[in-house]
Structure formats: C-alpha cells, structure tokens
C-alpha cells in the first residue's frame, strides 16, 4: 500500500522580500581592510584582484608542502640521466604585481604598534591593590596572606604584579587612589622597588 503524499500549498510571503535575501545571501561580505578597499575593483573577480596586488587566495597553493616522494624522484633522475632531468623541469614566470603599494601598506600595519587594551578583571585588581597596600613589594609575605584563597606561589603573585603594573591605565589610576603621582619618591625607596621586581628565581 502506498503512502500518500501530502503537498503542502504554497503561500506568496508578503513579508519577504525575495530580491533583497538573494543579494544577501549571494555578497561575501564589505571589505574592511582600507588598503584593499581602495584597490578593490569590482569588475574584477577575487582571484585577479588578489593577484594584482601580490597576495593569494589560498595560502597552499602559494607555498606548496615539499613531498618526499617527488623530491626522492628526482635525485633518482638526476642520478640516472643528469641532462634529461635538468630539461624537464618546468621554468615557472612568476608576473609582477601591478598594485604593490597595497602589499606595502598591509605590512606597515603590521608592524606598527597597537594600542594595549588587555585589562586584568575587577577582583583580580582589588586582589593586587590589596597586596601591595598591605606589603608593598614583599612577594613570599603575600604568598602567607589568608585572602590568597588559591595558594598561589610568590612568583605567580609577582608574575600578576608585573602584569598589572604592565598596565597604565588601571596602574595610573591606583596610583592617582593613593596619591602617589604627585609624590617625589626617594632614590633609595625606586631601589627598593626595582630589586623586589627583579627578584632572582633562585630564591
């Protein structure tokens, strides 16, 4: 006995606008890059305008992984018959790029510095400001406190101190709290300070 099939009828969806999802659905999305933005050219496929500015679009096609195989393949032909070998190796012409300045452009923003906007979370800051009003720079006297609920070691305490003090803008401000922007420190108190920071690992 066969089952029978039900259809269900289709509805014209008002709702929807067809031509809209179709657009959607068929963009890969808005170049944020600016450099490439600007290079960009929209007649263009993505391949051709990648290629015009000396980047790829797949990464192992540009930089193949050596196999052993073909590589022992062809010291076994160089040692047979060095001539043949040398004559059938294909000579690639690899074409300039004609829009370098954008490979250009993408490395300076590589390298040039970004703005640190790591931050250490508020209980770990109340934790650190706690320790160092309490001890100041006398990492194993932290390490005893009862409030150090995970047994942390005086090197991971310090490790955390670095970190925060790594960090102006929650370090600046606990140091505006305590007033110690303003305030000349002694030579002899930066002393102090530096050798608890350089705390040798062998103690």
């Known amino acids: 006995m ?6 269900r009828k289709k509805k014209y969806l008002h709702k929807l606008n067809r031509k809209r999802m179709h657009l959607r659905q068929k963009s890969t999305g808005t170049v944020n890059c600016k450099a490439l933005k600007e290079a960009w050219n929209n007649n263009r496929s993505t391949f051709r305008n990648l290629r015009d500015m000396g980047l790829v679009n797949d990464p192992n096609k540009a ?24 004559s059938e190796e ?8 004609r829009k370098k300045a954008v ?3 993408l490395e300076q923003e590589a390298h040039a510095p970004r703005e640190r906007r790591f931050k250490l979370p508020k209980g ?10 309490k001890y100041g720079h006398d990492y194993k006297a932290m390490a005893k406190d009862k409030k150090n609920y995970y047994q942390e070691t005086w090197k991971q305490l310090r490790a955390k101190i670095k970190t925060f003090m790594g ?11 305590r007033g110690l922007l303003d305030k000349e420190e002694n030579e002899d108190e930066l002393k102090e300070q530096a050798k608890a920071l350089i705390m040798d690992d062998s103690d």
């Open 167 to 177: 960090i102006p803008q929650q370090y600046g401000e606990y140091l505006k709290a």
């Open 90 to 97: 294909p000579k690639v012409v690899k074409s300039k790029p």
């Open 103 to 105: 490979v250009d452009k």
């Open 63 to 86: 930089i193949k992984i050596p196999s052993y195989k073909e590589e022992q393949l062809k010291i076994a032909k160089k040692i047979v018959d060095p001539d043949e070998s040398e």
């Open 2 to 7: 066969k089952i029978k099939k039900q259809h």
């Open 124 to 133: 770990q800051v109340e934790f650190i400001t706690y320790l160092l009003d």
